[in-house]
């Protein structure tokens, strides 16, 4: 599978958990697949400075898109809240 279609399974993950985070005004977008399969992403609106982020990244996410995209290894954040 090249990584179009890679992207193209991710986001159709991503829209099952889209309207939880659209429902307190924020998003996510694909920014990359890196090479060692972990999806890269961008935290958008409202959800870029939510405490909750590295939760929503772990419980919903990262479980939806290993659900329907099962050679996907990880998930990661380019920006929002860190955990120090």
Request: glycine share 8%.
């Amino acid at each position: 599978m090249n990584k179009q279609e890679l992207i193209e399974k991710v986001n159709i993950a991503l829209d099952t958990v889209r309207p939880h985070l659209e429902a307190d005004g924020g998003n996510v977008e694909i920014v990359d697949i890196t090479d060692d399969m972990k999806v890269q992403v961008r935290w958008l609106g409202t959800c870029e400075s939510c405490n909750m982020s590295v939760m929503t990244m772990r419980a919903g996410l990262e479980q939806a898109i290993k659900m329907h995209v099962p050679e996907i290894m990880g998930v990661e954040a380019v920006n929002g809240v860190t955990v120090a």
